[in-house]
């Protein structure tokens, strides 16, 4: 199998009628799998019940370095768990998600027969991405971002749109800060690498990580990849491609959470997901800027940068127009899900 067929064995949407209820309900995970994870670590997994779908977290797969408090695990369980909702509407459910506290925290989607409806959401499942490359610059119509603020808006998570180039500069600079600090930080860098899928086969096998190709890198042996990435990845270049991806973005949409906890990081992930979701089905691209959130000494003053006298702020995104770009990949559902008798 090369690449591209592997890419268009994981983005895709059902082949056919599924009429047995378990076969549905796992064809639900397959698309809650399709959800972004930090690294794409896809920190998850899953058990299905009686007419019910658990999200928990896989724990195994932490990056303590970037996410020390667990924080983007737990968004990323959120994101799953919403594309597990969008996806349950067009299998003729209706989904209804909560957070519980056992099994160091899950999300539990209690399911309900109803009338199938495949909303635009849904439909950009497999079409979502978060693309790592120059947009065109140009902005976006008040709908268009009204529409993202809605989608991106949830129990107690607001979402800030930031449009004005001052603003734009102002999360600029923290983005630098916080990027001169990770990339200065040995033990990020490995972790980094740790995930980074230099060679297309390598991606192919693990099934996760970050393929080169995702950021515009040709695919290379590990070997080589290793020693490039160790020579090239310095701070001013990338603080100088932040800088040039961020200008060429048409606005940023940082999450606030209104309490620093695990529900509301989940909820975060879930507001994060229909907001990409709904960009996808406008057309417009998204990636994450998180360095001011991810640098735990900088985030107060981030806050206090945006004006903001309380909450945490979870996720900052740039979004804007521009090419789509390789995407990565999905480890099988037997990875992920977890066996009524385990």
């Given at each position: 199998?090369n ?5 268009d ?32 670590t ?18 195994s ?23 597990l ?8 459910y ?20 109803a009338?199938?409806?495949r909303?635009?959401?849904f ?7 978060c693309?790592?490359?120059d ?10 971002l ?22 734009m ?13 990770q ?20 991606a ?15 695919p290379v ?8 990435f ?10 100088d491609?932040?800088?040039?991806q ?45 360095q ?23 996720l900052?995104v ?19 899900m977890?066996?009524?008798n385990?």
């Amino acid at each position: 199998m090369n690449y591209q067929e592997a890419v268009d064995r994981t983005w895709r949407h059902s082949d056919g009628a599924l009429r047995d209820e378990r076969t549905r309900l796992k064809e639900l995970v397959r698309y809650a799998t399709l959800a972004p994870s930090g690294h794409n670590t896809q920190c998850w997994r899953f058990r299905i019940g009686s007419c019910s779908v658990e999200v928990l977290p896989d724990l195994s797969r932490r990056t303590p370095v970037v996410d020390p408090d667990d924080h983007h695990l737990y968004v990323s369980l959120g994101c799953a768990a919403e594309n597990l909702v969008q996806a349950a509407r067009a299998f003729g459910y209706r989904g209804h998600a909560g957070f519980t506290p056992a099994d160091d925290g899950a999300i539990r989607i209690a399911l309900e027969h109803a009338t199938e409806e495949r909303s635009p959401l849904f439909q950009a499942i497999p079409h979502r991405q978060c693309t790592r490359t120059d947009y065109d610059g140009r902005p976006l119509s008040a709908e268009e971002l009204q529409l993202l603020e809605a989608a991106g808006t949830g129990d107690g998570v607001a979402l800030v749109l930031l449009t004005a180039r001052d603003a734009m500069e102002t999360v600029l600079e923290y983005v630098v800060q916080g990027n001169t600090l990770q990339v200065g930080n040995p033990a990020f860098v490995r972790e980094l690498e740790r995930w980074i899928r230099f060679s297309d086969s390598e991606a192919i096998r693990t099934g996760d990580g970050l393929p080169a190709r995702a950021t515009g890198n040709p695919p290379v042996p590990r070997w080589l990849g290793r020693r490039l990435f160790r020579a090239s990845f310095r701070a001013k270049p990338e603080n100088d491609r932040y800088a040039r991806q961020i200008r060429s973005s048409a606005g940023i949409g940082v999450f606030v959470s209104c309490m620093d906890d695990k529900a509301h990081w989940m909820e975060a992930g879930r507001c994060y997901e229909r907001f990409a979701l709904q960009a996808t089905a406008l057309g417009i691209r998204n990636a994450f800027v998180n360095q001011p959130v991810e640098e735990s000494g900088l985030r107060p003053e981030f806050a206090k940068a945006l004006g903001l006298s309380e909450g945490r702020p979870d996720l900052v995104v740039r979004f804007g127009r521009g090419k789509e770009m390789p995407r990565s990949l999905r480890r099988p559902l037997a990875a992920v899900m977890i066996e009524p008798n385990h």
